[in-house]
């Protein structure tokens, strides 16, 4: 059969099943009971089928069904199903939609689970249940007061919003999130160990023994309990209602200063012992009658720091790690020292050097078959003098991660040309983050626009030299030379008039020209005793400049701009 639509007709007040296989290609399959397709099979779309539908291999267009809908590879455009939808391996291009629950997993070693577009559903629980599978999500949103359950090692997600107050739980996650939106209650259990890097806003956050959660962003919670881990920057962390547990806060990076604000909270909520301060003591400092600030009165030794918490290096190329004392200014302990733990990597792939506090890693293979031979934990603990670990001092730990040698490209090259005030976007594909570098400074800035997933990130770049200045645009793959991407030149600003033919005015009369421009431009007329300007107001990129008709009739005068001239005035 190759590229029929299926109807199903109602037989009894039944539907039958379909089952495509094999390299059979059919076009929509509709009215359907039970749906399954496996193999190399294509299909279209799969609307309202009225039982489960079940892909194991093949391509299938977009699912549009009543009930349950499970995916364990192959490739699909999208699902929106009323049941459950189980991922377990292969692709979605596009959204993933429903009332209920979406279960994601990564159950074979070489099949990943990739969604492109966004899940949206009322509970969702991702997990990475194999050694290898990696679960790849791009966009995570909670429906209305939804949970959402994180575990395993292999996760990725490029943006989780908890858009209607969800609920976040981590059970033995170790990842890093980019972002966490509009959570409500966020729970870490004693085997999670998870960063957080966007700004986040929660009610609770409850961290269990053995758990760690760091924020790389500020951080406003209105209550945190438990006896967990607690990472987060000097003065980014803001408590609004309560304190409680034994939560062990470190302030991150090494440099652990007296008088830093440790952090803040609303009036009598915070103390100076709600913390179990990781290497130093707290003093309170009343800032005004609505907060409090707590800083750090003494420092002591508390472990070791990394200065990296993980490396990407592309095959060919090597990094550094380098440890030191947390806090920086203390001193290890009399007769205790810090060794070096890498016995997980593959000799095969990684070369490692030590010198002094200082590790260099080279890649020197990648290899294909097996992915656990191209990642390892680095650990930096202290010990005493026979060698055994202080468990009363935090160990470091770095993951390093082997790729290959990465190809970056632009959908942008050559040389570039950018009006003067203007801005262009542009996509950098990269099989890993690539950040973006500009050569020269003083001739255009750039943002990131559009975060990296899915091999793509975008990027806003805004000329802001000279007219003609040139720079070089470059993205860096961690471990590689940079990559030039493009050249951009600033040319001319654009600038447009909504007046452009010649005419005449009245002698005595006014009359209002709009100037589109990047910024203020310069209006000018030929002859001031012909026509006098007068500066009007601005609204957004909109210059609005009015000139008065004072000279004879039967003179004229060029109107300018930019020494431009866009038109002819006569008095009459």
């Known amino acids: 059969m190759s590229g029929y639509d299926i109807r199903v007709l109602e037989n009894g007040g039944k539907y039958a099943n379909v089952s495509v296989t094999g390299s059979a290609s059919v076009g929509e399959i509709k009215n359907a009971n039970e749906v399954n397709i496996e193999d190399k099979a294509k299909v279209g779309d799969i609307t309202d089928a009225s039982g489960k539908v079940a892909i194991s ?81 791009a966009n995570v949103l909670l429906k209305d007061d939804g949970e959402i359950t994180l575990k395993g090692d292999n996760v990725s997600i490029a943006k989780l919003d908890c858009a209607y107050k969800g609920n976040v739980t981590f059970e033995g996650f170790e990842g890093k999130l980019p972002s966490l939106l509009n959570a409500q209650d966020v729970t870490v259990d004693e085997d999670t160990n998870v960063v957080v890097e966007g700004p986040v806003v929660i009610d609770s956050l409850d961290i269990a023994d053995g758990g760690s959660i760091e924020f790389r962003d500020t951080v406003e919670v209105a209550s945190i309990s438990g006896d967990g881990k607690l990472v987060v920057a000097a003065d980014k962390l803001y408590v609004t209602d309560s304190i409680s547990g034994d939560v062990k806060l470190r302030l991150a990076g090494s440099n652990v200063n007296v008088g830093d604000v440790a952090y803040r909270a609303a009036k009598d909520v915070g103390s100076v012992d709600a913390f179990d301060g990781v290497g130093f003591t707290l003093e309170r400092k009343s800032v005004d009658t609505k907060s409090d600030s707590f800083l750090v009165k003494s420092v002591s030794f508390a472990g070791v720091a990394l200065d990296k918490s993980e490396v990407t290096i592309a095959k060919g190329f090597s990094d550094t790690v380098t440890v030191s004392n947390y806090p920086a200014s203390t001193s290890l ?128 770049i805004k000329a802001t030299g000279e007219v003609g200045t040139t720079a070089g645009v470059y993205a860096t793959v961690p471990g590689q030379n940079a990559v030039k991407l493009f050249i951009i030149k600033v040319t001319a600003p654009v600038v447009t008039s909504d007046t452009t033919v010649d005419f005449d005015l009245t002698a005595g009369s006014r009359y209002v020209f709009k100037i589109t421009a990047p910024s203020a431009p310069a209006f000018t007329v030929g002859n001031g005793a012909v026509l006098k300007t007068q500066a009007g107001k601005i609204v957004g990129n909109d210059y609005y400049f009015a000139v008065y008709a004072i000279g004879s009739a039967g003179q004229s005068t060029g109107v300018y701009v930019n020494g431009v001239k866009v038109c002819t005035v006569t008095v009459k």
């Open 57 to 137: 291999g093949g391509t299938v267009g977009v699912v549009d069904v009543k009930q349950d809908v499970s995916v364990s590879d192959g490739r699909v455009t999208s699902i929106e199903a009323d049941g459950d939808i189980d991922l377990t391996g292969g692709t979605v291009s596009g959204d993933v939609t429903t009332d209920k629950s979406v279960t994601i997993d990564a159950e074979d070693d070489d099949i990943n689970t990739v969604v492109s577009g966004t899940i949206e559903a009322q509970n969702i629980t991702v997990d990475s249940s194999s050694e290898d599978g990696q679960v790849q999500l």
């Open 333 to 460: 302990p009399a007769g205790a020292s810090v060794v070096w733990d890498y016995s997980d990597a593959d000799k095969d792939v990684f070369e490692i050097t030590a010198d002094g506090a200082t590790l260099t890693i080279k890649v020197k293979e990648y290899d294909d078959v097996y992915a656990t031979s191209n990642s390892f934990d680095l650990y930096a603990t202290v010990v005493d003098s026979d060698g055994d670990a202080l468990e009363d001092y935090d160990s470091a730990v770095c993951t390093v991660t082997a790729i290959p040698e990465v190809v970056v490209s632009s959908d942008l090259s050559g040389i570039v040309e950018v009006p003067q005030g203007s801005t262009k976007d542009f996509v950098v594909n990269s099989q890993v983050e690539a950040p973006v570098t500009i050569g020269t400074g003083n001739v255009a800035v750039h943002a990131l626009k559009t975060p990296f997933a899915n091999g793509q990130a975008t990027y806003t």
